[in-house]
T-cell receptor
């Protein structure tokens, strides 16, 4: 069945560091891909999405590119802030949403 | 900006009791979903609902669970006889398009209801 794999956390970075959170997926066909973010004590918020190969989703300085050849959708940000501390979930949508296990990011001042 | 709301934010119940978790999806959305997240674990799909019937459910969604859209705005998840392992955060979501139909259906999530079964 469909599945999503993310790099294990937690990830701890200093403010202004470069962030990469790896995400790879297994699915038949061509799913849409998403990154959701969960801030402490809150629900899931859509961060960005890409619906077809080579699409780049971007929002709030975060970017991810849909790579069909490597079945990946890695999340990147050039300069993280303390306020980016949260859990990040990669997800795919085909029949329904399938979430990865989440990666906790802590950004230190 | 329209948002999905859920009540209560935290529900404590005793094992064996029935609970109803409530959600108000975004008003023009047609597809509704429930997910759960056991503390520290991944978000798991429970059920999707469209046109007043279940369109898909996971193996987690057994006979103890049911969903209903009792009126034009609410979407509820009922757990008939709660077990300790039902303790989790339950998220409601809604979308305008169906994930299955287009694979592009962006889902909007509510803030969740934390269910604690003692």
């Amino acid at each position: 069945g469909d599945s999503v794999t993310q790099m294990e956390g937690p990830v701890t970075l200093s403010e202004e560091a470069f962030l990469t959170i790896n995400c790879t997926y297994t699915a038949t066909g061509y799913p849409s891909l998403f990154w959701y973010v969960q801030y402490p004590g809150e629900g899931l918020q859509l961060l960005l999405k890409a619906t077809k190969a080579d699409d780049k989703g971007s929002n709030k300085g975060f970017e991810a590119t849909y790579r069909k050849e490597t079945t990946s959708f890695h999340l990147e940000k050039g300069s993280v802030q303390v306020s980016d501390s949260a859990v990040y979930f990669c997800a795919l949508s085909r029949q329904n949403f399938v979430f990865g296990p989440g990666t906790r990011l802590s950004v230190l001042p | 900006e329209p948002e999905v709301t859920q009540t209560p934010s935290h529900q404590v119940t005793q094992m064996g009791q029935e609970v109803i978790l409530r959600c108000v999806p975004i008003s023009n959305h047609l597809y509704f979903y429930w997910y759960r997240q056991i503390l520290g674990q991944k978000v798991e799909f429970l059920v999707s609902f469209y046109n007043n019937e279940i369109s898909e459910k996971s193996e987690i969604f057994d006979d103890q669970f049911s969903v209903e859209r009792p009126d034009g705005s609410n979407f509820t998840l009922k757990i008939r006889s709660t077990k300790l392992e039902d303790s989790a955060m339950y998220f409601c979501a809604s979308s305008l398009q169906g994930a299955y139909t287009s694979g592009r259906g962006e889902q909007y999530f509510g803030p969740g209801t934390r269910l604690t079964v003692t």
